[in-house]
């Protein structure tokens, strides 16, 4: 793939969002109830795949909040991705750079939280040098967190031991399938089905290479990530995929996305460059992108979820990104 090729790929994706006045009315008053004050403004988010509802509101008392509104009429899993967020982050040290969750609200269809609002902006895309490099700075403190005692978080591998089987799954389907699962990903997807069964091998090894005792954030891109105006402070927000697992995890999965949407650096040597790399053997790594890329994979076969109509497009274009890595440490 060349430059061309990677700027020429879509680098934004969304969910499909509400506005204030989609809200129910007591969601509404639920929310400024919550908050304190009336709301006056509202700037939604641009970027992520939630859907439902995701702004930074403005209040009659000055103060700016970050609320999120989900229920299942906009996709059935964004509840649940919601109350796991709320479990997350009550496991956050306070080192981590995440904007603190004030309230939250659940009457078991509408779940709400409302977070510090963070005044900042999302990395520049194509990734500019000086944005990554303060970002790569702030996973590699990341990983020397571990979550709060006490805390609720599922270890690593096991959640993830469903999502890592896709080329499993792979070599289960239908030769129809597989050939159309890779012609959505394109050259490095006819590489895959090349060398379905040693993925497969590698992919069996994934959830060991992902154990271990640190936080892990488990779904960086470009859109979870936020540089502070002004300043060269970034803040890592939506945690529900948060988890308890190797430290150099969360730098391998998102630097895929990196290359993906433009990066300054190919994975191989932004990885190789990065402290938490060090004693990360050539099998660990090697598995851990098999089970990524497989997930990815196959995921993007599936039909789209409610309310996310472009997620399998970038799901093809990350697996895409991880197998082209994944093929040079072969």
Same mark, same amino acid.
């Given at each position: 793939m060349s430059a061309d090729d990677v700027i020429a790929l879509p680098l934004a994706f969304g969910g499909q969002r509400l506005d204030w006045r989609d809200l129910p009315r007591a969601v509404r008053d639920r929310i400024e109830t919550l908050a304190g004050a009336r709301v006056t403004a509202e700037t939604s988010a641009t970027s992520g795949f939630s859907p439902g509802f995701c702004a930074v509101l403005e209040l009659t008392d000055g103060r700016a909040v970050f609320v999120k509104a989900v229920s299942p009429d906009q996709n059935p899993t964004s509840p649940q991705l919601a109350r796991a967020e709320i479990r997350a982050a009550a496991a956050l040290p306070s080192q981590v750079p995440a904007p603190p969750l004030r309230w939250w609200h659940d009457d078991g269809h509408w779940v709400i939280l409302g977070f510090d609002?963070?005044?900042? /902006?999302?990395?520049?895309?194509?990734?500019?040098?000086?944005?990554?490099?303060?970002?790569?700075?702030?996973?590699?403190?990341?990983?020397?967190?571990?979550?709060?005692?006490?805390?609720?978080?599922?270890?690593?591998?096991?959640?993830?031991?469903?999502?890592?089987?896709?080329?499993?799954?792979?070599? /289960?389907?239908?030769?129809?399938? /597989?050939?159309r699962v890779a012609t959505a990903i394109d050259e490095p997807g006819r590489w895959a089905v090349e060398h379905l069964d040693d993925l497969v091998r590698w992919e069996q090894d994934a959830l060991r290479a992902c154990a271990g005792d640190a936080l892990v954030h488990g779904d960086l891109r470009a859109d979870n990530v936020m540089i502070e105006d002004g300043h060269d402070r970034v803040w890592l927000i939506d945690w529900p995929h948060a988890s308890v697992g190797a430290p150099w995890l969360d730098l391998a999965f998102m630097l895929p996305s990196v290359a993906l949407q433009g990066g300054a650096?190919?994975?191989?040597?932004?990885?190789?460059?990065?402290?938490?790399?060090?004693?990360?053997?050539?099998?660990?790594? /090697?598995?851990?992108?098999?089970?990524l890329a497989g997930y990815f994979a196959w995921s993007s076969g599936q039909p789209a979820p409610p309310g996310i109509p472009n997620l399998r497009a970038f799901q093809a274009a990350q697996a895409g990104a991880t197998l082209r890595w994944l093929r040079d440490i072969a």
């Open positions: 609002a963070v005044h900042g /902006r999302s990395p520049e895309l194509p990734w500019r040098a000086d944005d990554l490099a303060l970002v790569l700075a702030a996973i590699d403190d990341l990983a020397h967190c571990e979550p709060t005692p006490g805390h609720a978080l599922p270890r690593t591998d096991d959640q993830l031991a469903e999502d890592f089987t896709g080329w499993r799954r792979m070599l /289960r389907a239908a030769p129809a399938e /597989r050939e650096g190919d994975p191989a040597w932004l990885f190789s460059q990065s402290a938490v790399a060090d004693g990360v053997s050539v099998d660990q790594l /090697r598995a851990a992108l098999s089970g």
